[in-house]
């Protein structure tokens, strides 16, 4: 990871060229960035189609600073946790939704997050993500397939359709009511005592990476869903990366998938399986 790039550097597209002359259907994007010496360079981070529309993380994170204010009025925007690869980018601002949940006579505080997320490879789309963190040990819950992800479409800032395409994702993030079902998701995995074989069933569907899976172990601390899946968050907190937060994403598909599954009675008691979901992420990750 480069992690000296500037996630606000100049970026651009560059059209390429056949080795014959001819032009190509392809184009480059090239991000502009700082050496430690103090001069700059220029290197192609991804490489996109012709009708890709580049929009950039500045963009991104402004646009999602402004649907999260006029949804949130009294949330902090100023400060931000920044994550940039030179190709995808994460702006993350804890927001002033918050609930607890008790396990083993610990009390975590959990609070709502938004995250911008932006990609300069053309693999990825940009947008708004709701998801948590648990206060006390920092640990990030990547959980905005279940609370809410917003696509943000390229329009102009100063543009009436701008006005309107944000308050319309504020308004659906205010009339959001996934927020305590998550919670109450969370208070339930609080409550269910780990079986015999819950962590080998849990590795079993996730299949963390040996050395993340072996720190989850060490780090487990109590005899509920919970504290598995705070133990496997926060081995996976330690190093940030985006492997991670893939890796995240997956080890909450289990549990909620799980918690959705008993709520539908779709499966006995104790068990879950892999679900499309999870074994694409999976598949990916690898």
Known sequence: MKTQMDPYAPVRLAPLVTPSGLSSDRQAVVLTFRRADGTENEEIVGYVGKNYKLITNQQVR?????????????????????????????????????????WNGVTDLVRMTGSAYNCYGGSGSCGLALNA??????????????????????????SP?????????AAEIVSNSHWEEMIAR?????????????????????RMP???????????????????????????????????????????????????????????????????????LSTNLR
């Open 62 to 102: 402004d646009t999602a600073q402004d649907i999260l204010g006029k949804a949130f009025p009294s949330a902090n925007l100023d400060s931000d946790r920044l994550m940039f690869d030179g190709m995808q980018f994460e702006a993350r601002w804890p927001l002033p939704v918050e609930a607890t949940v008790t």
């Open 133 to 158: 963190l648990v206060h006390a040990c920092t640990n990030g819950l990547v959980i905005s397939m279940h609370l809410g992800d917003y696509t943000l479409r390229h329009v102009e800032a100063d």
């Open 161 to 169: 359709a701008y006005s309107a395409e944000t308050g319309r994702i």
């Open 186 to 206: 969370f208070k339930r995995m609080a409550a269910t005592p780990l079986g015999s074989d819950a962590i080998w069933e849990f590795q079993q569907s996730v």
């Open 210 to 280: 040996e050395a993340i899976f072996a720190d989850t172990c060490r780090r487990l601390a109590g005899n509920t869903e919970w504290s598995l899946y705070m133990a496997a968050t926060a081995a996976l907190r330690d190093e940030e990366s985006f492997a991670n937060e893939g890796w995240n994403r997956l080890v909450s598909l289990y549990f909620l998938n799980r918690q959705v599954a008993l709520e539908q009675n779709a499966v006995k008691t104790g068990e879950i399986r892999l679900t499309r979901d999870m074994a694409e």
